[in-house]
């Protein structure tokens, strides 16, 4: 049973973690345990009230409360700070009954109620056993009459073993450099982590991961997370003076704030979280395991290799080009060609055209059909660019609706790319959206979008509400999630990729409807390992659309730019037309080989071999899910160099099998090839791919 019930605890277990609390000696619901399954059930602790230590730090502080609410003595961080209709500020929370639910996923239902007040807050979990992940939320129901005011509604505090120091990873970024690793020891106080752009992930992302000891890629004890949302969000990384270590996350509480009238509930996104004591590696295929089957919308489907010439030509689209550029992609193999920015009305530069998404007919005067035709013609499908949440000044929606943007009427707005941002928290804006959107793509063939969002919020005035309009930020998120939903409903058979200038919307949010994500505007092959080395802590290969372009093309070869993007799902955005005969046939043999190699990139586990924060080398290598088939990617980089490349010990092979590594003559057994390894002698700037296959 994945979910015991044993002396008043409630006992979570997944494959190789288990997840306990209960009510402890003074009745309070209180976290137990959260790390490896025991064999026994009632070896899990009991919860004890810890009592007080001095009236400065009550028993209450020191209580390791599973959602705890702003009030009373307990000064660390709360999930939950409601302001009710009597201006009283304080909450109680008390244990009030259980429920197991009879779903597809073993869930349990926790309920806490105010002591005084008519609130009720229900605490959900869901067990993932094999991807050993447990997925929380929480509903707040208001059950009285009079307004209550939500200022903060975390999904999840997660407690960590009281016992130990520990050290957090987590990325930090901006525009064109997303996704920096970093790793620092939680020293007592609270590290925060957050997002109050309304985009969720260029300067750092709603993920975490924590260990203590002598944890590595491949051994030792992570404890990692990720919240499902796409907007505001926040992390609380907390160490108590007395050496507690607890990580509340959730939507961000910074201009946030969500009156509920009587009777009316309010739910968090989730947070999923996961424990393994086999090193970051193993939390990296968790996640990836369980993006790919539990929330891709296409999950099991491998992504097509695509030609998307953005960096080669910017908005100088229209259809000869564009049908000049598809002759080329389809002779290379290309399987999807994408047209990015500057197809519709009025989009001769950044200046214009936003909101007005029907062709610009004096660069497609025939419309779409025609080139769509031609790509079809040629053996490949069709993808399109759209920035839906986005409007000029200069476009027929907004001389039609000023009033839809995001302002504060007296002040002045931020242009920010020359565009504004439509309010996505109004219905109006939301069925103008899935009305529009959904009309092009009933009207052309269309097989893929591409849904950018090239800005961050500012000013954030919301002119027609009615409410409080500091429920702007989570109602845009669920207004996104409304028209982006409802077209992929109506448009099943469309595949679509998420991009917010690059891997700004890059979260298990998004997910829930994007079949892939562009991870980042630099398409610089050397900066781009880096940036995938941080992607792939939380995100699946398949998720990572990585282009071959034109970027660091004077210091990186045609190969070396291949290898790179074929560790993703490949794309390719050179200029086509500059590209030699030889440059091109070149590129046809490596989409050839990607295409071979692309079910075990794309649905395998990844192991990363050699890191770049260790030095200028970085490697990785794909096994299927049956052990039988391998890839192999290695890169050196020129700096700080020269420096020999080192030998490499591949992972997740069979020890018992026999395998051949391309390019090297002895067979061996996996055992061998992961303990003894093998010398690639790459030198600097050198890369190479090379097939894994088992032969016994
Ligand atoms: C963003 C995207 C790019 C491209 C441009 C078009 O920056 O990340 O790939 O689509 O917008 O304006």
Redesign the pocket.
Known sequence: MPITILDQRWILETDQSAYVLGLNTAGKLAHIWWGARLPRAVDYPRPVDPGEWSSFDTAAHRTPLEYPGWGGTDYTEPCLKVTFADGVRDTVLDYAGSQLVNGELPELILTLRDRDYPLRVDLHYRLHETTNLIERWVVVTHEGSQPVTLERVFSAQWHLPADGTYTLRHTVGRWNDEMRLVREPLMPGCKVLESRRLTSSHHANPWFSVDRGSTDENQGEVWFGALVWSGNWKLAAEVTEFGATRLSMGVNDWDFAWTLHAGETFTTPACLAGYTHYGYGAASRLCHDYIRSEVLPHGKTLHPVLY?A??AV??AVDEPSQMRLADLAAEMGVELFVV???WFKGREN?RAGLGDWTPDLRKFPRGLGPLIQKVHDCGMRFGL?V?PEMVNANSDLFRAHPDWVIQFPTRARTEARNQMILNLARTDVQNHLIDTLDRLLSENAIDFI?W?M?RNVSEPGWQTVDGDPREFWVRYVQGLYRVWGTLRNRHAQIFWQG????GGRADLGILHLADQL?T??NTDAKARLRIQEGFSQLFPANVMEAWVTDAGAGNTSLSFRFHVSMCGSLGVGGALDCWSAAEREEARSWIELYKSIRPVVQQGYQYRLLSLQQGPFAALNYVSKDGSQGVLFAFHLDEPGPAVFPRLRLRGLDPQAVYRVEGVEDTRSGAAWMEDGLDLGLGCLESTVRRIERVD
Do not use: L, P
């Open positions: 998307n953005w960096e910017q908005f990015d920015d500057g950044d660019w920035e591409k950018d090239n991009c917010s200038g690059g562009w980042s505007d």
